[in-house]
């Protein structure tokens, strides 16, 4: 069934890449709402992270780094979408298509191997970006967070997340052999990221070697850029560096995309 729903969603806009890749995104969009696991871990985890980090931030000695609990919740929410909303429900997904044979079907037809995996992705995708500016609206409205000060590093750091977040899906897929096991599979880079990359924890309340690891991890320059732009204290060089890390772990998430991503069941 999922096979034929993908199949007939492409065969009317196969004219161009924009779309094939449309057709394609509104066939998944139908299979993973039938996914009600998926679904609900992509729409409603993200939404109640906030509450529980949210009672932990009055606890910690937010003003002696220079934060506020809205500088740190707002980005951190983002994160949590990247993290539930895409990267997860991603990993499921290309999983879950590949061992249907979906993928497999897929191209044999006009469809290009980046333009499967781009229609797969937009659904979740597009529930990230619904879910950011759900939680950035809520976040002004309950701690008066106001508009960012630097809007094109906030800007820097979505785009470079929505590249590089469903890459890593696909290559956390690649090595599942079913979704339970992606989900699995998808557990230390989420748990990492959660204690690590600011979301929980600032780096600037962590001691500077543990801060400096952190610093290299995937998510951490999204979270940086976010809260450097809303605050507008972010300095060139620490702008610089985020930069690079996150355009190193987008080079990297694809590289890996191309050499291990599989397109057959893995039986």
């Given amino acids: 069934m999922s096979g034929t729903a993908v199949t007939t969603g492409t065969g009317t806009a196969g004219t161009t890449a924009a779309g094939r890749i449309r057709a394609l995104a ?12 998926t679904l609900a871990a992509a729409l409603f985890v993200p939404l109640v992270m906030p509450f529980t980090l ?8 937010l003003k002696d780094a220079g934060l506020t609990v809205g500088s740190v919740l707002l980005p951190s929410s983002i ?15 290309y999983t879950a298509r590949r061992e249907e044979l979906v993928l497999k079907r897929l191209r044999t037809g006009e469809l290009r191997d980046l333009e499967i995996l781009a229609g ?36 820097l750091g979505l785009l470079s997340a929505f590249v590089t977040w469903p890459a890593l899906a696909a290559v956390t897929a690649s090595f599942s052999r079913s979704v339970e096991g992606a989900q699995v599979a998808a557990t230390p880079l989420t748990l990492l990221s959660l204690a690590g990359s600011g979301t929980f924890v600032p780096l600037e309340l962590l001691p500077d070697g543990m801060a400096r ?29 985020a930069l690079a890390t996150a355009v190193a772990w987008t080079v990297i998430a694809v590289f890996a995309v191309r050499r291990w991503f599989r397109w057959e069941p893995r039986r």
Avoid: N
């Fill in 213 to 241: 690891f952190c610093e290299l991890l995937p998510l951490t320059p999204v979270i940086t850029l976010i809260r450097g732009g809303w605050t507008g204290h972010l300095s060139a060089h620490d702008t610089l560096g």
């Fill in 120 to 155: 797969a992705a937009l659904p979740s995708v597009a529930i990230g970006i619904a879910q950011c500016l759900v939680l950035t609206v809520a976040c002004r409205a309950a701690l008066g967070v106001g508009m960012p000060e630097k809007p094109q590093l906030v800007l």
């Fill in 54 to 61: 949210r009672s932990t931030l009055d606890t910690m000695r």
């Fill in 26 to 37: 509104r066939a998944e969009l139908t299979l993973l709402g039938r996914t009600r696991a």
């Fill in 79 to 93: 994160g949590f979408a990247l993290l539930f909303a895409v990267y997860g429900s991603l990993a499921s997904v």
